[in-house]
């Protein structure tokens, strides 16, 4: 008879799997544009500074190879992301990319190595890493919290992916299961907080995506619209044809130039008030 702990082994490696390879849609978007735009570096460098020392606290516990080889896959793929992103990031980007990495992998996976390595020793060295590993475990549910406050601030979820949030939700329950099986606190307990964050993501997601198709079909309503109408110039020449998204580029513009305009109209009015006096 197969051990529980088994199936949900194997389920935590493929789910997992499919959790490294969910932000492929954002960065072949990241390709397409040639360039990071809006998204973030700092979910990657913290999750693949999580996995390499989740795999130094299985390395010391020992009898979890499951873990070490989905763990050491997921190093793999994140260090492709990043290495990805810093190629198309901006300058301001890449430097605070590389000082993430810096902060993160150098400085925490290091030192966190360096002296559990020569300074702990026996039971307490794997009980401080198992506690270690909890807390970065817990900070990559935590590092999408900087795009979730960007998402309700611009009311536009382009730049929080969907199914990364709803593997990452899959995952922690699949997890947490597994944790449990193994009476092990640091597999188990991260996953908690995990399940509750890719919960909000979520609904977040729900939430402003109908407000973003909304905005989307009016800026599609009105690109066809102008699709429809020919421009002659004096010289009898027609204008080149124009993409939908340079149309609405061009609305967008005039939209702000409109405003403007209003504003200044309404502060020399303002302006041109004669003051009354009263005695």
């Known amino acids: 008879m197969v051990d529980i702990s088994t199936i949900f082994s194997k389920l935590c490696m493929a789910v997992s799997f499919i959790v490294f390879l969910a932000p492929l849609p954002t960065f072949y978007n990241i390709y397409k544009k040639k360039s990071t735009e809006g998204y973030q570096s700092i979910p990657y460098v913290v999750a693949l500074c999580s996995a390499m020392i989740l795999i130094y606290y299985v390395h010391l516990k020992g009898n979890m190879v499951d873990v070490v080889i989905i763990n050491a ?17 901006p300058k301001k980007a890449k430097v605070q990319t590389i000082k993430l990495l810096l902060l993160f992998v150098v400085v925490g996976y ?3 190595f360096l002296i559990a390595q020569f300074i702990l020793k026996g039971a307490i060295r794997t009980t401080i890493v198992g506690w270690i590993s909890t ?25 929080m992916p969907f199914l990364l949030s709803f593997f990452l939700t899959i995952s922690a329950v699949v997890w947490f299961i597994y944790g449990l099986t ?32 909304n905005n989307v079909t009016k800026e599609l ?12 110039l004096e010289d009898g020449k027609k204008l080149p044809q ?6 609405i580029d061009i609305w967008k513009l005039g939209t702000l130039i409109y405003s403007e305009k209003l504003n200044a109209s309404a502060a020399e009015v303002d302006n041109n008030r004669p003051n009354i006096q009263t005695n």
Do not use: D, W
Request: proline share 2%.
């Open 73 to 89: 896959i997921g190093v793999f793929i994140e260090t492709i992301y990043i290495v990805f992103y810093i190629f198309y990031a």
């Open 110 to 112: 290091g030192g966190v």
């Open 135 to 159: 807390a970065f475990s817990v900070c990559t549910f935590v590092a999408p919290l900087g795009i979730m406050r960007k998402v309700i601030k611009t009311k536009n979820v382009e730049y």
């Open 182 to 213: 193994q009476k092990n606190y640091v597999i188990y307990a991260p996953n908690i907080l995990g399940f509750t964050f890719g919960v909000v993501q979520m609904v977040l997601y729900v939430v402003y995506k109908n407000k973003k198709e």
């Open 221 to 232: 309503k009105l690109s066809e619209v102008l699709q429809n109408h020919v421009i002659i």
């Open 242 to 247: 124009l993409t939908q998204e340079q149309i």
